[in-house]
């Protein structure tokens, strides 16, 4: 073993290749690299081809925002080297209200919405295709005057001391998101595309000839799918002669979720990212479980437990979280622990491992969408239930739903209620009102893209005295101080929109999504709301 400061030849080269596909630090490493050089001088050229920037003089009442260049090893979902990244950033940490910037919010398609529309296209045997925009951000024009320095490394001989006038976007700049959205959106509806007023991210074209076409847009990524090839291969042309595309062919990989093509359907999961996690944490090793939450298991803020470090704490719960994307079957473990961020304690920490070790015994598991015939009317049901005072420490009810499209899981939900039930009739009822809400909009979408108009939705409850409150205002005297924001679900009832139904505790499937169940019956809901093991398919 030697120090790092005295690493002799021989070492140097084991130093080397250990850093052979890692991101360099800064930029005099990068500058030695071939790769990464080429990489530099592609990313300039983008630049450059976009009209960017302008070279001149800063005016006395401006600053100039400083960039760096940021480096990313890009791979696969088998870990290869994809693609060597290097991407020019300003420093928009520096940038000031009203001087540089004003408003910076832009839309993205919710994951819910990604689902729901792979869920339509599995079941019309609709192709899914990904397109991305190289340097999307540098499409967006600018509405204010933004100065930045010139590129570490590519500095202009003799014009040093001058800097660049931004014409359009940088990455790093706070409003970069918002002007690349205005630009997309501006083509799109130039195109002939309709935004859905209730989905920002989603746009939708009809033809003449009754095809249409519908595109999911999460910043410079495209999911794009319809009912004619001829049309979707006709608007790439008209994006790539617009933009510079990549076309990434058929649809297998999004946002960190990876779809498997089988002969029952396409199937959604994150192995990799499973995979990832449990190695982050070092859990690869460990002994997998059956259930992601012990029945008997109750949390509470216990003062005699040691505390353990927040940060690592937060991280785990975070990449669990994106992990209940594709995987619904572990919402309710993760909100549960999830109570607990602001001071963790071992016995939290040890219920967050325990839905590691459930994650490393299902890795190959992910949500099915099934194929169905094109004569299949399409249907949107939905699953609503409640724990009554599941929590120990302010013993507030857990809601949950889980609603179905085309038998496939698209939208599913596990939250502590915002007040405390006095019964389970009235926390199935406020239940019922949060599913009510989520029925709504996914009515509003479906008929804004023009699937389904006026459809009513199924919603089954397993409480006859919340369905009965629902339909009739019964029991006034025991439900009359319940927030009259809960009463939307009655109202949703009368209007026609939802059709409320009893179901046995035992079919409920949303009752995987409000406490830790038996494993018997947890293998059962597992199964039914639509999570398979992809391995037994492929």
């Known amino acids: 073993m030697v120090p790092d400061n005295a690493v002799d030849n021989e070492g140097d ?8 596909d890692t991101e360099p630090l800064d930029v005099k490493s990068a500058l030695k690299s071939k790769v990464w050089l080429e990489a530099m001088i592609d990313e300039l050229k983008s630049i450059e081809k976009n009209k960017t920037w302008d070279l001149c003089k800063l005016p006395s009442e401006k600053r100039a925002i400083d960039v760096k260049w940021v480096y990313k090893v890009k791979q696969n979902p088998e870990g290869q080297v994809v693609k060597y990244k290097a991407r020019l950033v300003a420093k928009g940490f520096l940038q000031k209200q009203g001087l540089d910037y004003d408003e910076v919010f832009s839309p993205v398609a919710r994951h819910e919405t990604i689902r729901l529309v792979i869920a339509l296209a599995c079941s019309r045997r609709w192709p ?7 340097s999307a951000f540098l499409n967006g024009p600018l509405e204010e005057d933004v100065y930045v320095k010139q590129p570490p490394g590519f500095e202009l001989k003799g014009k040093e001391d001058k800097v660049l006038k931004l014409n359009k976007a940088l990455y790093g700049l706070k409003q970069a998101p918002r002007a690349w959205n205005k630009r997309i959106d501006q083509f799109f509806v130039v195109q002939g595309f309709v935004k859905c007023s209730v989905e920002y991210g989603v746009y939708v074209k009809h033809s003449d000839n009754k095809h249409m076409l519908i595109i999911c847009l999460y910043v410079d990524d495209l999911l794009v799918t319809g009912s004619s090839l001829a049309e979707i291969e006709d608007f790439k042309s008209q994006m790539k002669s617009e933009f510079e595309m990549t076309d990434l062919g058929k649809l297998t990989y999004f946002l960190g979720m990876e779809l498997l093509y089988t002969a029952k359907g396409v199937i959604l999961h994150q192995a990799k990212y499973a995979t990832e996690i449990l190695r982050k944490f070092e859990m690869l090793d460990c002994n997998s479980s059956v259930t992601p939450a ?11 437990s040691d505390t353990v470090d927040p940060t690592i704490f937060r991280q785990l719960i975070g990449s669990l979280r994106y992990l209940c994307q594709t995987r619904p079957d572990i919402s309710y473990a993760v909100g549960y622990v999830s109570r ?3 001071k963790p304690l071992k016995p939290h920490l040890l219920a967050a491992k325990r839905i590691l070790r459930y994650i490393n015994g299902t890795i190959h598991y992910g949500v099915l969408f099934p194929y169905s015939k094109d004569s299949v009317k399409l249907e949107l049901n939905g699953f609503s239930d409640a724990d009554w005072c599941g ?3 302010d013993r507030r009810s857990t809601s949950g739903y889980l609603f179905k499209f085309q038998n496939a899981p698209v939208s599913w939900c596990s ?6 039930a006095l019964s389970s009739c009235e926390a199935e009822y406020v239940a019922g009102s949060l599913a009510a809400c989520q029925a709504n909009w996914l009515q509003s979408l479906l008929n804004e893209m023009k699937i389904i108009d006026n459809i009513t939705v199924m919603l089954k409850i397993d409480n ?6 629902a339909k009739n205002p019964v029991s006034h005297g025991k439900s009359k101080h319940i927030e009259t924001r809960f009463h939307f679900l009655r109202d949703q009832v009368n209007k026609g929109k939802l059709s409320l139904e009893y179901c046995s505790t035992d079919n409920q499937q949303a009752d995987i999504m409000t406490k830790a169940v038996k494993r018997d019956q947890f293998l059962k809901l597992r199964r039914e709301i639509g999570i398979v093991c992809f391995d037994s398919l492929s």
Not at 464 to 469: G, M
């Open 13 to 20: 080269i084991v130093h080397y290749a250990m850093l052979a």
């Open 464 to 469: 006859k005295s919340a369905i009965n409150l």
């Open 391 to 393: 929590d120990k420490v």
């Open 128 to 134: 899914l295709f990904h397109l991305d925009v190289k």
């Open 294 to 304: 012990d029945t008997r298991l109750k949390l509470e803020i216990d003062e005699n």
């Open 340 to 342: 607990f961020m602001s």
């Open 415 to 420: 939250k502590k209620q915002s007040v405390i």
